[in-house]
């Protein structure tokens, strides 16, 4: 990361409710700068689904502003979307639903490379699909089974490679290990922690498990029923929370590593 990289995507002040109803968010603001990981936690309820949906163009803030490469995120401006679609991909939290049974592994990743146009001809897109295979750590190979050969961890490595094709610079992580092994929970983050090192993508981790989130994102930011009511760097705030909330957080961790 270079230490004067403006945020690739940012909240600034954002407030959200879905339609009529009671607000979601409130005041939000966060930002991802190339090559920082950073976590996003909080109980179930806390908005953290609603953060991705505003960070994914999924949504636009009632209040605030949301802001892709320092310019105002507008849904309605079909350019600017289609840079965010390539320029920000998700991760999501189940590996066996995340792919699709009934295409090829090759297929699953080539794909958001056909409909984001990234890769002009087949013969391209192979060669893409081998490098990322190569990347997460699988067989190349691999690329013309399916979905049912592979492990969970497999799998979600696959998701990572399909997530990386159009060469993203930013990831958002939702909950990417929560459905996986004990045993292959690390062997998943460390390949996190090499993608963010070597390529230099900003990655947004959601999760409510602060074991994993002390193991990969060098800053923390704590929502609390919409509010984020602490942020900082990730140590400090497992060592010296400076509000009850996130104290309580790290309380309920039986053992965070040293």
Do not use: N, W
Request: with cysteine.
């Amino acid at each position: 990361m270079t230490a004067d990289a403006g945020p690739v995507l940012a909240l600034e002040h954002v407030d959200f409710a879905y339609g009529r109803g009671p607000g979601v968010l409130h005041d939000v603001s966060l930002s991802l700068v190339p090559g920082a990981t950073v976590g996003l936690v909080g109980e179930s309820g806390a908005g953290k689904t609603s953060v991705l949906r505003l960070l994914l163009g999924l949504a636009a803030p009632t209040g605030g502003r949301a802001l892709f490469e320092g310019a105002p995120l507008r849904l309605a401006d079909r350019r600017q979307m289609r840079s965010l679609r390539r320029t920000v991909q998700p991760v999501y939290q189940d590996p066996f639903a995340s792919l699709d049974p009934r295409m090829t592994v090759g297929q699953s990743i080539a794909e958001p490379l056909r409909s984001l146009g990234v890769v002009g001809d087949r013969a391209g897109a192979r060669q893409r699909v081998l490098e990322l295979l190569t990347a997460v750590d699988l067989d190349p190979e691999s690329a013309d089974r399916y979905p049912d050969a592979f492990s969970g961890g497999q799998r979600q490595r696959i998701a990572i490679a399909r997530a990386l094709a159009p060469r993203p610079r930013v990831l958002l992580a939702d909950e990417p290990v929560s459905a996986l092994d004990t045993s292959v929970r690390m062997h998943v983050i460390e390949l996190f922690q090499r993608l963010a090192s070597e390529q230099g993508i900003a990655m947004l981790l959601v999760s409510h498990d602060l074991t994993i989130v002390s193991a990969l994102c060098e800053r923390m930011t704590v929502l609390q029923h919409g509010r984020v009511v602490e942020e900082g760097p990730t140590p400090r705030l497992l060592t010296s929370p400076s509000e009850e909330y996130t104290a309580q957080l790290v309380a309920s961790v039986p053992r965070l590593p040293a």
